[in-house]
């Protein structure tokens, strides 16, 4: 089978390299890739130099190099209508249709789509007018959320803590007069714990991945901005059974429906990030059409099934026939990245203390690329978040000691890594 895989993140590097691991597997594309993909020890992963929003020049490439299946890691090609483009030039490509990826490209339909179907979500207001959203703010007072209703690259959301700060938020997003294209969510601010729930989905099933949770804020003890995320970890304690279970009735089923009777079948990795109550109800924050990054990163590492015959099960509407199997040990990833992140990252420094991806047996590291290049033999930064790493151990904490030993390895001026990725697993919620 040959795989082509869209995006250059860790989390394209990390279903790359799971893909390779596939029997079968001849060759695994990743267009446009990174350093990482770029270095596959196996030969078996090689780059595509094609941008993932090229999406004529990916059905050129997919036709030249008989692609068997096509999965697509980052958003913005599937809010685009990757999907779409693939079905009609007749290649199997998995991820949702453009109609359907709207639950993450817009998240005035999603909160939308959640009150209809009455799926538990925070209360919030859609707005397009600064006046009014200010208005609002006023009135519901703070800490509150803004969200950008487009995509965001995963920044679009700011939680303010102060009236001043939610305002701010605002007027940064809507301009003073309305413009027909600008708009924004203004949300309560829920209380509890946040987790990602990602399942596979073929139109009518959802098979759901390992519990994981991420950490968004760039800051050791959840402070400072919201980032793409800066770690992750699986499983996550906070999904507990009963809970697994709420959320799959509540939630995951209903959505499943809900965007099936209004024409939409979801096909494709749904990512729901949730925030867990103290008394354990769960609620939706977002809905992302992919698989999430950094998660993908150490899901992946603990997945033992074959990722692309999944999918193919998944576009033949046959995910009741499959089942997960998964490493018994814990996964954990920690993000390091560029000077100045989230901000305007500075890029072309020079990463030392690299290496390939590695696996030990018992003792496993592995190093998953994101913003990464290649130039006169040496590999450059080249985005905000710079590489994964990834550790695993039979608890929580062994993986988070393995990743820590292996990430402490790697340097580059300005070099930023929170240390302490996991810590609720270890010590519980503040």
Request: with cysteine; charged share 20%.
């Given at each position: 089978m040959r795989v082509l895989i869209v995006g250059s993140g860790g989390r394209e590097h990390a279903l790359?390299?799971?893909?390779?691991?596939?029997?079968?597997?001849?060759?695994?594309?990743?267009?446009?890739?990174?350093?990482?993909?770029?270095?596959?020890?196996?030969?078996?992963?090689?780059?595509?130099?094609?941008?993932?929003?090229?999406?004529?020049?990916?059905?050129?490439?997919?036709?030249?190099?008989?692609?068997?299946?096509?999965?697509?890691?980052?958003?913005?090609?599937?809010?685009?209508?990757?999907?779409?483009?693939?079905?009609?030039?007749?290649?199997?490509?998995?991820?949702?249709?453009?109609?359907?990826?709207?639950?993450?490209?817009?998240?005035?339909?999603?909160k939308a789509f959640l009150a209809r179907h009455r799926i538990p979500t925070a209360r919030y207001r859609s707005f397009s007018d600064r006046r009014d959203a200010i208005a609002y703010v006023r009135a519901e007072g703070a800490p509150i959320v803004v969200k950008a209703d487009g995509l965001a690259a995963g920044k679009g959301v700011v939680v303010a803590d102060t009236i001043d700060e939610a305002i701010a938020a605002v007027e940064a997003r809507l301009p003073e007069q309305p413009d027909g294209e600008h708009r924004i969510v203004v949300e309560e601010c829920l209380q509890?714990?946040?987790?990602?729930?990602?399942?596979?989905?073929?139109?009518?099933?959802?098979?759901?991945?390992?519990?994981?949770?991420?950490?968004?804020?760039?800051?050791?003890?959840?402070?400072?901005?919201?980032?793409?995320?800066?770690?992750?970890?699986?499983?996550?304690?906070?999904?507990?059974?009963?809970?697994?279970?709420?959320?799959?009735?509540?939630?995951?089923?209903?959505?499943?429906?809900?965007m099936r009777a209004e024409g939409h079948p979801y096909e494709g990795f749904l990512y729901v990030g949730l925030m867990i109550s103290p008394t354990g109800e769960p609620k939706v924050i977002e809905f992302n059409c992919r698989f999430g990054d950094p998660e993908a990163q150490p899901i992946m590492a603990r997945l033992q099934s074959d990722l692309p015959r999944l999918c193919l099960a998944a576009l033949d509407g046959q995910l009741a026939e499959q089942r997960l199997t998964w490493d018994p040990r814990a996964a954990l990833a920690v993000v390091l990245a560029a000077a100045?992140?989230?901000?305007?990252?500075?890029?072309?420094?020079?990463?030392?203390?690299?290496?390939?991806?590695?696996?030990?047996?018992?003792?496993?590291?592995?190093?998953?690329?994101?913003?990464?290049?290649?130039?006169?033999?040496?590999?450059?930064t080249s985005g905000g978040r710079v590489l994964s790493v990834v550790g695993l151990g039979a608890t929580v904490a062994d993986a988070q000691a393995r990743a820590y030993e292996r990430a402490r390895r790697i340097s580059w001026p300005g070099r930023q890594m929170r240390a302490d990725i996991g810590y609720r697993a270890l010590v519980g919620p503040d």
């Open positions: 790359a390299w799971r893909c390779a691991q596939s029997p079968g597997i001849e060759q695994v594309f990743v267009a446009p890739g990174n350093a990482g993909t770029a270095q596959d020890p196996r030969g078996v992963i090689r780059n595509l130099p094609i941008a993932a929003d090229a999406l004529e020049a990916l059905i050129a490439a997919a036709r030249e190099q008989r692609v068997d299946l096509t999965i697509v890691g980052p958003e913005a090609p599937l809010v685009a209508g990757i999907r779409d483009r693939f079905d009609a030039a007749g290649l199997r490509c998995f991820g949702p249709h453009a109609a359907a990826a709207q639950l993450e490209g817009s998240k005035s339909f999603a509890g714990e946040e987790a990602s729930y990602i399942c596979i989905c073929d139109g009518t099933r959802a098979l759901p991945f390992a519990s994981s949770q991420d950490h968004k804020r760039l800051l050791d003890g959840d402070r400072g901005p919201n980032t793409g995320g800066m770690g992750a970890y699986s499983p996550a304690p906070v999904l507990s059974p009963a809970v697994d279970a709420q959320v799959m009735r509540d939630i995951v089923e209903p959505t499943l429906g809900g100045n992140y989230p901000q305007q990252p500075r890029t072309g420094d020079p990463i030392e203390g690299l290496g390939t991806i590695e696996s030990d047996g018992e003792a496993a590291a592995l190093v998953f690329h994101a913003g990464t290049r290649r130039e006169s033999g040496q590999v450059l």
